[in-house]
């Protein structure tokens, strides 16, 4: 189906994660369910969940339709909801951030909160209503909550605020360093947008946790990044996203320094082969081909120590692994 109606007025899906669920065989389950897993408003738990957040994961859109991820912090009640259908953050990007220029009254953004010291994460996505000084506010279109599924435990050490400012340092292609947080990470963000006509219903942004082993991100010899992608919640926001429109924006923190690696690149699904057949525990795969990336150095204003890796990470594998076997 190329419409981006379902034939079920009161479906959440568009046509790229209609086209995923059928694919894998939910289809029929996802339409049947998503009505209730998907709300157009924020029930009270959530609210007050965002509100004890000390930071919140944003995915955006610029002006040449590349997609970030960003990350905005603040004392916790930085996030509050005034009522179930908004969400204000008290809280703007640094400069150089690509949130920054995408911040705009109509703006779809993808929003998640994510308490790493519980494994609790909800994601909101809606629309930009109101910026006012040092804060914007969000209309809730889609809010739901998410599985516990391969995230792991860190504890927040210490506040530190930047000194001196944050610097930012933008590039092509990946350095040295930028290689070595991507290959050693356990965790990271990913940013998807359905692209197409922003005045369509289920037209919007989304900004999602990916977890696994270190090292389960590897780097092939063309430079493009390999993600595996495990068996989640069915939903398929991000693959859906990512088959309407190939663009992704990925977040990698590195949580003792305080350094986000933001990567934005073009998205290339792979459903089958022997690369997959050897990532234990994948589903199937990305290969992100980064276009240019930002780092914002001391840009995290927490330090979290790692206190526990996710059980669902049993079975599952590394690049270096897949690429042996």
């Known amino acids: 189906m190329t419409s981006d109606e379902s034939p079920n007025p009161s479906s959440p899906w568009h046509a790229g994660e209609r086209a995923v669920q059928a694919r894998v065989g939910v289809g029929e389950r996802m339409e049947r369910f998503g009505g209730r897993a ?21 995915g955006s859109v610029d002006g040449e339709g590349w997609v970030w991820a960003s990350l905005l912090a603040g004392r916790p009640g930085f996030a509050a909801s005034p009522d179930p259908r908004r969400l204000r953050i008290a809280s703007l990007p640094v400069p150089g951030d690509p949130l920054a220029g995408a911040l705009r009254v109509g703006a779809k953004i993808g929003l998640l909160g994510i308490e790493l010291p519980t494994r609790r994460r909800n994601r909101m996505n809606g629309s930009i209503v109101a910026i006012d000084g040092d804060s914007f506010t969000v209309a809730v279109e889609q809010s739901f909550g998410n599985c516990p599924q391969y995230i792991q435990v860190r504890d927040y050490e210490s506040a530190i605020p930047p000194a001196g400012g ?56 063309d430079g493009a990044l390999v993600v595996p992608d495990y068996a989640g919640n069915r939903f398929f926001n991000t693959l859906g996203n990512l088959t309407a429109n190939p663009r992704a924006g990925l977040l990698f923190a590195d949580f003792a320094s305080g350094d986000l690696l933001q990567i934005a690149g073009t998205v290339t699904i792979v459903w089958d082969g022997p690369l997959l057949a050897a990532y234990a525990g994948a589903e199937r795969l990305w290969r992100v081909a980064p276009a240019q990336g930002r780092w914002l150095r001391g840009a995290l204003p927490l330090r979290l120590a790692l206190r526990e890796f996710s059980p669902t990470l049993r079975g599952t594998g590394t690049w270096a692994e897949a690429r042996a076997g």
């Open 38 to 58: 998907i709300r157009d408003f924020m029930p009270d738990q959530h609210r007050d969940f965002f509100a004890q957040l000390p930071f919140v994961v944003v």
């Open 166 to 221: 944050v610097r930012v340092e933008t590039f092509a292609a990946l350095d040295d360093a930028a290689r070595a947080l991507v290959t050693r990470s356990d965790t990271f963000f990913v940013a998807s947008s359905s692209g197409g006509d922003p005045t369509q219903r289920r037209h919007g942004v989304d900004v999602s946790h990916r977890g696994g082993r270190p090292g389960f991100v590897g780097i092939d010899d």
